[in-house]
């Protein structure tokens, strides 16, 4: 069986080239904190214009739950951000469009350096395919920080945003991102 060996890996007419791609630990790449940890049953829900939405470890709808009334004295977390299950749904991960109030055992990543909309979602899927790791009840609460993720780089080994942003928007559907 000869041949040369090659990691490049075509996946809709785009070679992704892989074998220039860079593992990061989560932390190098995001800031990483505990969100709010809110109740639900304490709040109040809602359907109104000034609506927040409210983001559990649920694996479904963007992790979002219900939507609730603001809370006085508490922020929402900002609209842009990548939020992480690290109990329930464990890596549940799913990019913010809105603001939003957290409950427990939920992560809220902020990029290190600026980062386009793309790119953090595909980080979002590259980040739950290590959702295996978790089985059997295992919560992802000191480990997320380190969990290996890889990715492409340019030349300076930094994470390529502008090439990340052209394969997403190359894929069937993006349009509708």
């Known amino acids: 069986m000869g041949g040369s060996h090659t990691t490049s890996i ?100 902020k990029e290190k350096v600026p980062m386009s909309k793309l790119t953090k979602l595909f980080l979002c899927i590259v980040l739950k395919k290590n959702a295996y790791r978790y089985a059997y009840g295992r919560q992802a609460n000191k480990t997320l920080k380190n969990i290996i993720v890889k990715v492409s780089v340019d030349s300076k080994g930094v994470i390529d945003d502008k090439y990340i942003t052209n394969f997403m928007s190359k894929l069937q559907y993006s349009d509708m991102i």
Do not use: C
């Open 10 to 109: 075509q996946y809709s007419n785009i070679d992704l080239k892989i074998e220039k791609w860079k593992e990061f630990e989560l932390q190098e790449l995001f800031e990483i904190k505990y969100g709010v940890n809110l109740k639900l049953i304490n709040l109040t829900q809602s359907t109104g214009s000034q609506a927040i939405n409210f983001v559990s470890r649920t694996s479904g709808n963007n992790g979002v739950v219900a939507k609730v009334l603001p809370v006085e004295g508490i922020e929402p977390q900002e609209a842009g951000l990548i939020s992480v299950a690290s109990g329930g749904s464990v890596l549940s991960t799913f990019y913010q469009d809105e603001p939003f109030y957290s409950g427990r055992d939920l992560y809220i990543l």
